[in-house]
């Protein structure tokens, strides 16, 4: 496969970054998406107003999604925040969640919903597999108290790409609402809300669409929406209230809103469309598969099976227990490119993320270095301490 890079891609003369991201958000970023960040705003003004209800209505257009059916409601902070913000906001004092569980970020959804006391249950499978939509459709159908289905779309914890095209259908079936964690997914993996019928979904401001953090989004069916008045537990968290100041204001925060981030944000949305989606999505396989089979050449092996790697983030097995991770993170800093600095997954693992502003040039870097790295500490360890203990 060939892949013809965007005009917006990065100057590597020009940047002043010490080094790239290989992180799934925050990413690397173009300059000229953080160059927005050196102009001031004023939250109050018509202009940024105006820019706030574009990114509302560029992020439906992202889902597929009319504005008749849906609306984005932007909150200040991480994804997270926007996934709490939503378990927070939408059950009622009665109403029950069931959470999909097969990662760090599933079991964030728990912690939350366990944290307000609100009644949730959860079907658990290794963070190897899929959410089994069979075991799913008996469990709703043994259990009719169930009125949310929540779970992560790509649990960036392996870099699972979970199917909620399978797990949709069911969820309608039983008269439940779908709730999906796709902060690391969306923008990048097409998601037709519409078509699964989704009533709430979360994203992030840092990850596919490559602007810097700050804000999650919210992105709620109307219908869905307007039943949860008055559920908030919060104050700052309603996402109804949010949503109705934006309506009310034509596009104004009900508290501060983060007016740099959301003018990179609005950047790098236009860079998106530049790029195209799809162009996007196809330099994120290309950069995922180049690392993940180089990296198994050198002896890393993948965490999970080919056919539920998503595209967004790899996991791979150390090569042996003397495997010094910080050692490794550090000289990977030091050689220009910064790796999340620890593992979600039960036993030790490296994870290698790919969105952002890289390339194949990168990826043919990344593995080279990784290389370079395993060489050096096999000659300074002696290699019996380096060779893949799976072999």
Known sequence: MTYSSSPMRLNIQTDPNPFKLLTPGPLTTSVTVREQMLTDRCAWGEAYKA??????????????????????????????????????????????????????????????????????????????????AEKLDAYLTEHTDIDYVAMVHNETTTGILNPIENIAPIVKKHGAKF?????????????????????????????????????????????????????????????????????????????????????????????????????????????????????????????????VQGPIITTFHVLCEHFDLPHLYKWMAEHGYELFPGYLTPEPTVRVGNIGELYPEDAERIVALFAQYVAERRAARGAACCHNQQQ
């Open 51 to 132: 820019e706030v209800q574009d990114i509302r209505a560029r992020i439906l257009g992202l889902a597929h999604a009319s504005p008749d059916a849906y609306v984005t409601i932007l909150m200040q902070g991480s994804g997270t925040y926007g996934v709490e913000a939503v378990l927070s906001s939408v059950p009622g004092k009665d109403e029950k969640v069931l959470v999909l569980v097969n990662g760090a970020y599933s079991e964030r959804m728990c912690q939350i919903l366990a944290r307000y006391g609100i009644n949730y249950d959860r079907i658990d499978c290794p963070y190897t597999e899929w959410p089994d």
């Open 179 to 307: 709730i999906v964690d796709c902060v690391s997914s969306f923008a990048a993996v097409p998601i037709d809300f519409p078509a699964l019928d989704i009533d709430f979904a979360v994203t992030s401001s840092n990850k596919c669409v490559q602007g810097v953090p700050g804000f999650s989004v919210v992105i709620a069916k109307i219908e869905s929406l307007e039943a949860t008045k008055g559920n908030a537990r919060t104050l700052s968290l309603d996402i109804y209230d949010q949503w109705k100041a934006f309506e009310k204001t034509n596009g104004r925060f009900r508290y501060t809103s983060p007016t740099h981030v959301v003018a990179a944000f609005h950047q790098a949305l236009i860079e998106l469309e530049a790029e195209t989606p799809e162009k996007r999505l196809e330099r994120y396989r290309t950069v995922n598969r180049m690392i993940r089979e180089g990296m198994s050449k050198i002896g890393f092996r993948p965490y999970l099976d080919e056919k």
